[in-house]
């Protein structure tokens, strides 16, 4: 389970310009579970997932991990419960061009110092699950708007994350995709995987495998329409 504790985010602090993205948030977050922050744009629930996969740190407040207090804990440790925990798909797949769509995949693993041939075999079978096993080889750059959004599932995935986050996974994919999309996150779920999405597309928060619906507004939660 993931905690937030009267989690506040502010950014410039003390300038002309500072902006409280995050004021006082407490929620829970189920394992096992999919759940969803929805919200308008500039709603903070970007921020608020950046926070949850200790990618930034409140302002104020407390986040706990499997009830282990990890909010002021050095940077050294917040990157290997990243790279061990979470498995991150963006808006945008961000993949690395000028390498293959295997090396990419891989990238993440090789800070864990993993055997490359194991690696690679893990790789592929990913790859091959969401029919990119002919693409392997192959530059991004070639790569459809769909394709590279599977790469990055396939990246995200490389590490075995218990925990899936997903930023507006569906904001640059077609209807067909986007049902596509939630298949999959019914496959993380079936595999007892926890996963947080943020997004605003009916087809996803209106979706029948998402157990919880957290709507936020101008940095806080709102109450959920009855």
Same mark, same amino acid.
Not at 69 to 78: A, M, V
């Given at each position: 389970? /993931?905690? =937030?504790?009267?989690?506040?985010?502010?950014?410039?602090? +003390?300038?002309? #310009?500072?902006?409280?993205?995050?004021?006082?948030?407490?929620?829970?977050?189920?394992?096992?579970?999919?759940?969803?922050?929805? +919200?308008? #744009?500039?709603?903070?629930?970007?921020?608020?997932? #950046?926070?949850?996969?200790?990618?930034?740190?409140?302002?104020?407040? @407390?986040?706990?991990?499997?009830? @282990?207090?990890?909010?002021?804990?050095?940077?050294?440790?917040?990157?290997? &419960?990243?790279?061990?925990?979470?498995?991150?798909?963006?808006?945008?797949? $961000?993949?690395?061009?000028?390498?293959?769509?295997?090396?990419?995949?891989? =990238?993440? %693993?090789?800070?864990?110092?993993?055997?490359?041939?194991?690696?690679?075999?893990?790789?592929? $079978?990913?790859?091959?699950?969401?029919?990119?096993?002919?693409? %392997?080889? #192959?530059?991004?750059?070639? =790569?459809?708007?769909?394709?590279?959004?599977? !790469? %990055?599932? !396939?990246?995200?995935?490389? $590490?075995?994350?218990? /925990? &899936? /986050?997903?930023?507006?996974?569906?904001?640059? =994919?077609?209807?067909?995709?986007?049902?596509?999309?939630?298949?999959?996150?019914?496959?993380?779920? %079936?595999?007892?995987?926890?996963? &947080? /999405?943020?997004?605003?597309?009916?087809?996803?928060?209106?979706?029948?495998?998402?157990?919880?619906?957290?709507?936020?507004?101008?940095?806080?939660?709102?109450?959920?329409?009855?």
């Amino acid at each position: 389970m /993931i905690e =937030l504790l009267n989690v506040r985010k502010v950014f410039n602090a +003390g300038s002309p #310009s500072e902006f409280s993205a995050i004021n006082g948030v407490d929620l829970r977050i189920a394992e096992n579970k999919v759940t969803v922050l929805k +919200g308008p #744009s500039g709603s903070g629930k970007t921020t608020l997932l #950046s926070i949850v996969g200790c990618m930034s740190r409140p302002s104020a407040g @407390r986040v706990k991990l499997h009830d @282990r207090e990890i909010t002021s804990l050095p940077e050294r440790f917040l990157t290997d &419960i990243r790279r061990k925990t979470f498995g991150f798909i963006f808006q945008q797949p $961000n993949l690395i061009k000028g390498i293959s769509v295997l090396e990419n995949v891989m =990238l993440p %693993a090789y800070p864990l110092g993993e055997r490359r041939a194991e690696l690679k075999v893990r790789a592929l $079978n990913g790859l091959d699950k969401l029919n990119l096993g002919n693409k %392997a080889a #192959s530059k991004v750059e070639w =790569l459809s708007g769909g394709e590279a959004q599977r !790469v %990055a599932i !396939v990246r995200a995935l490389i $590490n075995d994350p218990q /925990i &899936i /986050i997903a930023d507006e996974p569906t904001a640059h =994919l077609d209807t067909k995709l986007s049902y596509r999309f939630m298949e999959i996150v019914d496959q993380f779920k %079936a595999q007892g995987k926890t996963v &947080i /999405i943020t997004s605003h597309d009916p087809l996803v928060y209106d979706s029948k495998i998402v157990d919880d619906v957290v709507n936020l507004r101008d940095g806080k939660l709102e109450a959920n329409p009855s």
